[in-house]
């Protein structure tokens, strides 16, 4: 794609280079700009017809969205702004640096301008600020004939016209149909006849990562918003739900790795950035491992007399940070799909201390083998304070990977913050104690 794109542009056939960007999906345009240098990138820009312009335009990161902006003139700008829906000018306007975001406004008709104030004035990652304005809306007493002339009409400038919505004269959702349930009427019908009045809807203000959530649970293409009074005030779409998953997905990733979510890319992201999003979780961790390390010196005495016990200590560690992180990543996962509630905690415990039983036993039988084989028969007690160990370590590691994402809930944090680093640290300090406890019983030291 690249190299025929250069070919084009080198040898000025623009109007075959016109035919053949028209061919490629507004989606691949990203990863294509990205292999370009920025001359050519808005050499390619400038030739899109306008619609596939603003097509393409939505489709690309904020950097390169602020890069083409910068390269546009107002004329130019205006016919992009112009062609985008209304959820994503609101989205390139929260991204877009004070500077370039006047240049945006100024291109913006007065009447849309209202309209995007209005969504502009929702909480943070609520359903408000993922819909658009944009929807087919039809009325109870139209004929189907009336109602294929009003999408012909207005249709051409809606997000979808799959679905459409039926109102009241003050606009109050009672019904809702799709393309289909037209297709196959006949054009006398009536819509309240042909409409489906149980409608499912969103508030303004829900949670967004809910709202997207039903996309999956009820296979909408897209899902009405109304306002306190039952009036459709707007439409989340099928893409935008996706958006949010995937936003939230990466969010989670990157609580469970103990970094600060950012919304940048990770090459865009400034290595002063990326330390600092790191460096707090960082700190702490390193400030509570002060706990092993102290309980370490109190049983100096022990691994002095017996220092083959040293050498279990990492496994030990490892263990219990593995264990605790898979049950902590089981939990976080259930509580995404909404299959683990909190009224399941003792439901959700009961079954992590049987696995943990069952794991820890299996884990002592084999590395008591590995005892035998390496150090000899005559390591009994050894084998027998690794052994048990392993199990209680277990058995308390995904106890804590139950318990800690289940806490996170109840108090209203996000459960990723309770994941591996923090399951690990805490899991370390214990294994390390209950360890030695179990040596200075057993070895009499």
Excluded at 14 to 22: A, G, M, R, T, V
Excluded at 174 to 197: Q, W
Excluded at 255 to 260: G, Q
Aim: proline share 3%.
């Amino acid at each position: 794609m690249k190299e025929k794109i250069l070919k084009l542009i080198n040898e000025q056939k623009l109007n075959d280079l016109k035919k053949y960007l028209e061919t490629i999906n507004s989606a691949d345009f990203p990863s294509l700009f990205e292999e370009l240098e920025e001359d050519k990138s808005l050499i390619v820009y400038r030739i899109l017809p306008k619609e596939k312009a603003a097509e393409v335009f939505a489709e690309l990161d904020s950097y390169m969205q602020e890069r083409l902006i910068n390269y546009l003139t107002d004329t130019e700008l205006k016919s992009v702004v112009d062609e985008l829906f209304f959820d994503d000018e609101v989205d390139l306007i929260e991204e877009m640096p004070s500077n370039v975001v006047k240049r945006i406004l100024k291109t913006v008709k007065p009447e849309d301008r209202k309209v995007i104030n209005e969504l502009l004035a929702y909480p943070n990652d609520t359903a408000g600020t993922i819909m658009t304005t944009e929807f087919i809306d039809l009325k109870e007493n139209m004929t189907v004939e009336d109602s294929f002339a009003k999408i012909r009409e207005i249709g051409l400038d809606k997000e979808t016209i799959y679905t459409c919505y039926v109102l009241t004269v003050d606009r109050k959702l009672i019904g809702v149909l799709n393309v289909k349930d037209l297709l196959i009427a006949e054009p006398s019908n009536l819509i309240k006849d042909i409409m489906n009045p149980n409608v499912i809807t969103v508030s303004t203000l829900d949670d967004q990562e809910e709202v997207a959530k039903m996309f999956d649970k009820y296979n909408f293409m897209a899902l009405p918003v109304v306002d306190k009074e039952q009036r459709l005030v707007g439409i989340v779409t099928i893409d935008d739900a996706i958006d949010v998953l995937q936003e939230e997905v990466q969010e989670d990733f990157e609580k469970m790795a103990a970094v600060i979510p950012n919304d940048e890319s990770y090459f865009k992201t400034s290595v002063f950035k990326h330390a600092r999003n790191r460096i707090v979780w960082l700190i702490l961790l390193m400030l509570t491992s002060i706990i092993t390390g102290g309980i370490l010196d109190n049983y100096e005495n022990a691994f002095v007399s017996l220092p083959i016990l040293v050498s279990f200590v990492p496994l030990l560690m490892d263990t219990g940070g593995n264990c605790g992180s898979q049950t902590s990543t089981l939990v976080i996962r259930g509580f995404s799909q909404d299959e683990i509630k909190l009224k399941d905690f003792f439901r959700v415990w009961w079954k992590e201390i049987r696995v943990a039983v069952l794991v820890g036993i299996i884990l002592a039988i084999v590395n008591t083998f590995r005892i035998f084989i390496q150090y000899g028969f005559d390591q009994s007690k050894l084998a027998i304070v690794v052994g048990l160990t392993l199990i209680l370590v277990v058995i308390l590691a995904k106890s804590l990977g139950c318990i800690l994402p289940m806490l996170a809930k109840k108090l209203k944090l996000d459960p990723a913050i309770m994941a591996s680093p923090l399951i690990t640290t805490i899991v370390d300090s214990c294994s390390v104690y209950v360890y030695f406890q179990l040596a200075v019983l057993i070895f009499g030291l």
